[in-house]
């Protein structure tokens, strides 16, 4: 059975970082991609980034500049670093584990980010 874990949320004040993780264990198998969505309340949910099991890496508009995902294969861990923290990037961020194989997508259970201002 996989698992998909996030941690590393939490409360910061505008301007400020946080740094996410999204760690995967279990039976992992063969990965397309990796990305990091956010929902904040009252809205849909909406991708964040990306990073295929090349290493290619996208971004949503209002994050580029700020935010970087990456990758520690070793750890089987997926990190989003957060810079410039801004109010509107308040959100319950979740991680998700898309496989080439059934079950193709696996979502971790979230963890909350409150920015300040």
């Known amino acids: 059975q996989v698992q998909v874990v996030e941690s590393g949320g939490g409360l910061v004040q505008a301007g400020g970082s946080l740094r996410l993780s999204c760690a995967a264990s279990?039976?992992?198998?063969?990965?397309?991609?990796v990305g990091w969505y956010r929902q904040a309340p009252g809205k849909q949910r909406e991708l964040v980034a990306t990073?295929?099991?090349?290493?290619?890496?996208n971004y949503v508009d209002s994050v580029k500049g700020r935010f970087t995902i990456s990758r520690d294969s070793a750890k089987n861990t997926v990190y989003l670093q957060m810079n410039s923290l801004k109010p509107e990037d308040t959100a319950v961020y979740y991680c998700?584990?898309?496989?080439?194989?059934?079950?193709?997508?696996?979502w971790g259970q979230g963890t909350q980010v409150t920015v300040s201002s």
């Open positions: 998700l584990l898309r496989r080439l194989s059934s079950p193709y997508e696996l």
């Open positions: 990073i295929t099991i090349a290493g290619s890496t």
């Open positions: 279990g039976s992992i198998g063969s990965i397309a991609y």
